[in-house]
């Protein structure tokens, strides 16, 4: 089978004798042996680095964080740090000479900019989404892609709870009143969360944080999820999703976009619910039936509700939220008890951090490791540690395609050396296999990466050592 896009094969980074390792102050492994958590009498796991006579160049751009920025320099890596974006030609032109790259959103990593990366080791996406790069093209240039899709969850249950007290005292609609100068005091259809239900559509990150939050506060928990989930706390499971909409005051939705969540809270669930309930979006705009919630909420059927999210939401601050976004817009922001927010629901200062840390994280034990897992568009393979004991030996991380007999051909090359441990794994067309290698002279690091990297399937071969 030969590569579908004609990305061709990455010649390896490897180019001579094994480099001075530079100094290194902060990996997972060091922090480990600083905290004492690995006694004296255990193996101490090795720090490994690329075997290359180059030093790694990363591009950050978008105004990633400082605090990642000052973790690839205590690596001994070469950072340049842009505030801003850069478009597809400017990356282009300067992609060629870098190992990494770490975006937001706003950078897209199109096919151009991937077949111009030569050096191009790994993409890190510093936030949740990775719409902004063609994965498939990266993993077929043997480029895994790293993001963050839970880091901000506590930030999402937090303003769940938030919500559900604001509805329950319908105190935005009297600090509202409050600003135009009207004092309006009142107790009718206000309520205290304590002993109420709370019904969670989707247990995930979020549904299952958000469980233990509301549990804290009084309430009772059930959740509803396609898979069979075990319960934190005292909640409990519902067998429907009209059972869970039938007993609960509260009903919140924490599911993924996917074809069968689309409007899955419609006309039909709405009138399920219990009359004067309340419905919370924070999940992805899709999955409810604006202009049927609407109705329910004008037929005093639901008695309020907060959404985060839209179907079509604007490209940046300032812009209008109107009728020509979305039809019914002005019609949803003339309800009186329905919140609305810019898709705010994980914009916190402490996920920020999170991303930055995590992915930053995921890079560097990249480059260090070879360690894929976690990785959006590649095989998800580790190995445990080389240890300080153990210093010839090679790890190498082979990116291929995947077709049959590649292993035959590598384990051909490695069968005069034993193999300590060796894991592959596959995705689509691409096939990752990482190895080590014991008792490796200088002198065959270069023979054993050059005849990895002739074999047919070749497309990123690495050692690091
Ligand atoms: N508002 C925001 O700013 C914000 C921030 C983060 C995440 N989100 C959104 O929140 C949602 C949940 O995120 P998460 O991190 O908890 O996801 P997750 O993948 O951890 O959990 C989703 C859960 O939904 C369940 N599920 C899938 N299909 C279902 C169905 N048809 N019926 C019932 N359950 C179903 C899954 O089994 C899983 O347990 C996602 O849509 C995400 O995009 C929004």
């Given at each position: 089978m030969t590569n579908p896009i004609a990305i061709p094969p990455r010649s390896p980074v490897v180019q001579a004798a094994v480099s001075v390792s530079p100094t290194t102050t902060s990996t997972i492994h060091e922090r480990l042996r600083r905290d004492s958590l690995?006694?004296?009498?255990v193996r101490q796991p090795k720090v490994l680095h690329p075997v290359e006579n180059e030093d790694l160049k990363l591009l950050l751009l978008e105004n990633i964080s400082q605090d990642a920025v000052k973790s690839f320099r205590a690596q001994g890596w070469q950072v340049d740090h842009h505030t801003k974006a850069l478009s597809e030609d400017e990356l282009v032109q300067k992609i060629?000479?870098?190992h990494a790259i770490g975006i937001r959103s706003k950078t897209k990593i199109t096919s151009r900019v991937i077949k111009s990366?030569?050096?191009?080791?790994v993409i890190g996406c510093?936030?949740?989404?990775?719409?902004?790069?063609d994965l498939e093209t990266a993993g077929k240039a043997g480029i895994p892609v790293f993001n963050s899709p839970f880091s901000n969850s506590r930030s999402v249950a937090e303003l769940v709870i938030s919500e559900i007290i604001a509805l329950a005292r319908q105190y935005f609609e009297r600090s509202f009143e409050m600003r135009q100068g009207l004092w309006n005091k009142q107790s009718k259809g206000c309520w205290e969360i304590r002993g109420k239900t709370l019904g969670i559509v989707g247990y995930g990150h979020i549904g299952s944080q958000l469980s233990v939050l509301a549990e804290a506060f009084g309430m009772r928990v059930l959740f509803y999820d396609i898979i069979n989930l075990m319960p934190l706390g005292s909640a409990r499971q519902t067998d429907t999703l009209s059972n869970l909409l039938s007993e609960s005051d509260f009903v919140t939705l924490h599911v993924p976009e996917l074809p069968e969540t689309k409007?899955?809270?419609s006309g039909p669930q709405l009138a399920q619910m219990k009359k004067g309930a309340y419905l919370i979006n924070?999940?992805?705009?899709?999955?409810?039936?604006i202009p049927a919630l609407i109705e329910a909420v004008k037929s005093g059927h639901i008695a309020g509700a907060a959404l985060d999210v839209y179907p079509v939401e604007p490209?940046?601050?300032?812009?209008p939220f109107d009728d020509q976004l979305n039809p019914w817009a002005s019609e949803l922001r003339s309800l009186k008890n329905v919140i609305l927010t810019p898709?705010?629901?994980?914009?916190?200062e402490e996920a920020q951090r999170m991303i930055g840390e995590e992915v930053a994280g995921s890079l560097t034990r990249y480059l260090n490791f070879g360690a894929t897992v976690g990785a959006v568009n590649f095989p998800e393979v580790d190995l445990r540690a080389i240890t300080a004991?153990?210093?010839d030996h090679v790890r190498i991380c082979h990116v291929h395609v995947?077709?049959?007999?590649v292993l035959r051909q590598v384990n051909e090359v490695l069968s005069?050396?034993?193999?300590e441990k060796q894991y592959s794994d596959s995705k689509g067309d691409v096939a990752y296999l990482m190895a080590d290698i014991a008792d490796v002279s200088p002198h065959d690091v270069n023979k054993l990466r050059e005849l990895i990297s002739k074999?047919?399937?070749?497309?990123l071969t690495r050692l690091l050592a």
């Amino acid at each position: 089978m030969t590569n579908p896009i004609a990305i061709p094969p990455r010649s390896p980074v490897v180019q001579a004798a094994v480099s001075v390792s530079p100094t290194t102050t902060s990996t997972i492994h060091e922090r480990l042996r600083r905290d004492s958590l690995l006694s004296s009498n255990v193996r101490q796991p090795k720090v490994l680095h690329p075997v290359e006579n180059e030093d790694l160049k990363l591009l950050l751009l978008e105004n990633i964080s400082q605090d990642a920025v000052k973790s690839f320099r205590a690596q001994g890596w070469q950072v340049d740090h842009h505030t801003k974006a850069l478009s597809e030609d400017e990356l282009v032109q300067k992609i060629g000479q870098y190992h990494a790259i770490g975006i937001r959103s706003k950078t897209k990593i199109t096919s151009r900019v991937i077949k111009s990366a030569s050096k191009l080791l790994v993409i890190g996406c510093f936030c949740i989404g990775t719409n902004q790069v063609d994965l498939e093209t990266a993993g077929k240039a043997g480029i895994p892609v790293f993001n963050s899709p839970f880091s901000n969850s506590r930030s999402v249950a937090e303003l769940v709870i938030s919500e559900i007290i604001a509805l329950a005292r319908q105190y935005f609609e009297r600090s509202f009143e409050m600003r135009q100068g009207l004092w309006n005091k009142q107790s009718k259809g206000c309520w205290e969360i304590r002993g109420k239900t709370l019904g969670i559509v989707g247990y995930g990150h979020i549904g299952s944080q958000l469980s233990v939050l509301a549990e804290a506060f009084g309430m009772r928990v059930l959740f509803y999820d396609i898979i069979n989930l075990m319960p934190l706390g005292s909640a409990r499971q519902t067998d429907t999703l009209s059972n869970l909409l039938s007993e609960s005051d509260f009903v919140t939705l924490h599911v993924p976009e996917l074809p069968e969540t689309k409007k899955m809270i419609s006309g039909p669930q709405l009138a399920q619910m219990k009359k004067g309930a309340y419905l919370i979006n924070n999940a992805r705009g899709s999955v409810i039936d604006i202009p049927a919630l609407i109705e329910a909420v004008k037929s005093g059927h639901i008695a309020g509700a907060a959404l985060d999210v839209y179907p079509v939401e604007p490209g940046s601050n300032g812009s209008p939220f109107d009728d020509q976004l979305n039809p019914w817009a002005s019609e949803l922001r003339s309800l009186k008890n329905v919140i609305l927010t810019p898709h705010i629901g994980g914009s916190t200062e402490e996920a920020q951090r999170m991303i930055g840390e995590e992915v930053a994280g995921s890079l560097t034990r990249y480059l260090n490791f070879g360690a894929t897992v976690g990785a959006v568009n590649f095989p998800e393979v580790d190995l445990r540690a080389i240890t300080a004991d153990e210093p010839d030996h090679v790890r190498i991380c082979h990116v291929h395609v995947n077709q049959p007999g590649v292993l035959r051909q590598v384990n051909e090359v490695l069968s005069p050396y034993n193999v300590e441990k060796q894991y592959s794994d596959s995705k689509g067309d691409v096939a990752y296999l990482m190895a080590d290698i014991a008792d490796v002279s200088p002198h065959d690091v270069n023979k054993l990466r050059e005849l990895i990297s002739k074999t047919s399937a070749n497309i990123l071969t690495r050692l690091l050592a």
